[in-house]
């Protein structure tokens, strides 16, 4: 059975079609139908193992021309990529009533979003998410962007799409380390605001979750987003509750340099947002050490030493959080919780403590 998710924006709100028959939901949707033509930009790697699946939801709709490729990787949100696709863009002659397809994971997602946001002014992008971290987190609520050489995520827009297409069918070809990445999102929602749902994640174990539980829990983590969202589009305040563990994610990310998945790193991250704040003494210990656990249990390594990518630098990784473009005022800005399920914004980090914290996370 397929989900229908509201994603209540007013006139840009939108569908998020999530389960196993999506795509073929998706065929008469007036965002899908309604459009004039569409291009499809698609990760190369998906494109491979997923062609026909994707033929068939382009059937009834005219398609601009032949797939625009994306390289895979995270390399690929670059201003040079940007330019390429662009540039394949305008040679399809694609105008403002027609429609990209951003077919892949966060990383054609947030590159197709962006392609889609500048062409011409604006055209319509709709998302097919194609691992479990853009099912659960990347694929709604319009954060498109790239990289620079200074740190991740710092040149973007805000661009919702007009719909979202979560096909479980994609995840069938998605290898176990992706797959595991992508969860720590799904617990990411649970541990900023809803902690009986991290006490069902806890329940439903590591092993055998059915399709029908995965479905649940994307289910429950892309409605609890949809409340920060439509409460707060442009991060003015609490949707920057949505970046628990990324501020230290993203610092342990661009130093992995590209051996650390991001879902791995927020993993990592949230561990340490939780540990940070028991340190501060604003959560209990128990929460901390609860949290690290059932990550643990999940496949995700949360011990810096252990991660991908170590040895960390306690002063590189605090020079990255400095720069985060979440920081007002010269200040560190991070979220941290007072309990599971009870995540707030830290405003003024101290950076010389937090700079002991890390060395000692990194022993
Ligand atoms: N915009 C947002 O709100 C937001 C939120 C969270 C993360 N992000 C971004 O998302 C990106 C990470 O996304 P990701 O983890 O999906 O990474 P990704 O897009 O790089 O995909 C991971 C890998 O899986 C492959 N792949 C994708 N779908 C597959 C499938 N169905 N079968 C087999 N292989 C498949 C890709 O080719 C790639 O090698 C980061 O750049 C991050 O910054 C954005």
């Given at each position: 059975m397929t989900d229908r998710i509201r994603i209540d924006l007013g006139e840009r709100g939108y569908d998020v079609l999530l389960g196993p028959g999506a795509l073929r939901a998706a065929r008469h949707h007036p965002a899908l139908s309604?459009?004039?033509?569409?291009?499809?930009?698609?990760?190369?790697?998906?494109?491979?193992?997923?062609?026909?699946?994707?033929?068939?939801?382009?059937?009834?709709?005219?398609?601009?021309?032949?797939?625009?490729?994306?390289?895979?990787?995270?390399?690929?949100?670059?201003?040079?990529?940007?330019?390429?696709?662009?540039?394949?863009?305008?040679?399809?002659?694609?105008?403002?009533?027609?429609?990209?397809?951003?077919?892949?994971?966060?990383?054609?997602?947030?590159?197709?979003?962006?392609?889609?946001?500048?062409?011409?002014?604006?055209?319509?992008?709709?998302?097919?998410?194609?691992?479990?971290?853009?099912?659960?987190?990347?694929?709604?609520?319009?954060?498109?962007?790239?990289?620079?050489?200074?740190?991740?995520?710092?040149?973007?827009?805000?661009?919702?799409?007009?719909?979202?297409?979560?096909?479980?069918?994609?995840?069938?070809?998605?290898?176990?380390?992706?797959?595991?990445?992508?969860?720590?999102?799904?617990?990411?929602?649970?541990?900023?605001?809803?902690?009986d749902f991290f006490e069902r994640l806890e329940k439903s174990g590591r092993d055998g979750l059915t399709a029908a539980q995965l479905q649940a829990h994307l289910k429950t983590a892309i409605t609890f987003k949809a409340g920060i969202v439509a409460a707060d589009e442009r991060e003015a305040g609490q949707r920057a509750l949505l970046n628990l563990g990324h501020t230290f994610g993203h610092a342990l990310e661009s130093e992995a340099g590209g051996a650390l998945l991001h879902g791995e790193a927020v993993a990592a991250g949230l561990a340490l947002a939780f540990d940070y704040s028991a340190r501060l003494g604003l959560c209990p210990e128990k929460d901390a050490a609860r949290v690290r656990a059932y990550l643990e249990l999940a496949g995700l390594r949360t011990r810096l030493p252990d991660l991908p990518g170590a040895p960390f630098s306690a002063t590189a990784m605090l020079d990255r959080m400095r720069h985060d473009k979440k920081n007002s005022g010269g200040h560190i800005r991070l979220v941290l919780a007072h309990g599971i399920g009870n995540a707030f914004i830290h405003d003024q980090a101290d950076a010389a403590d937090l700079l002991n914290f890390l060395k000692d996370q990194i022993q």
């Open positions: 309604g459009a004039r033509r569409h291009a499809v930009l698609a990760d190369a790697n998906v494109l491979r193992l997923h062609r026909s699946r994707v033929a068939d939801v382009l059937d009834g709709p005219g398609l601009a021309g032949p797939p625009i490729e994306i390289p895979e990787g995270e390399r690929a949100k670059s201003f040079a990529t940007l330019e390429q696709v662009l540039g394949q863009m305008l040679d399809l002659e694609l105008e403002r009533g027609d429609a990209v397809l951003a077919i892949g994971g966060g990383v054609t997602g947030d590159l197709a979003g962006l392609a889609a946001a500048l062409y011409k002014r604006g055209m319509d992008v709709i998302q097919v998410p194609t691992t479990l971290l853009a099912m659960a987190d990347s694929s709604v609520g319009g954060k498109t962007a790239i990289n620079m050489p200074q740190g991740k995520n710092l040149i973007g827009t805000f661009h919702q799409p007009s719909l979202v297409i979560a096909d479980f069918g994609f995840l069938d070809t998605l290898p176990e380390r992706e797959r595991q990445a992508g969860f720590a999102e799904i617990v990411k929602a649970a541990l900023i605001g809803d902690r």
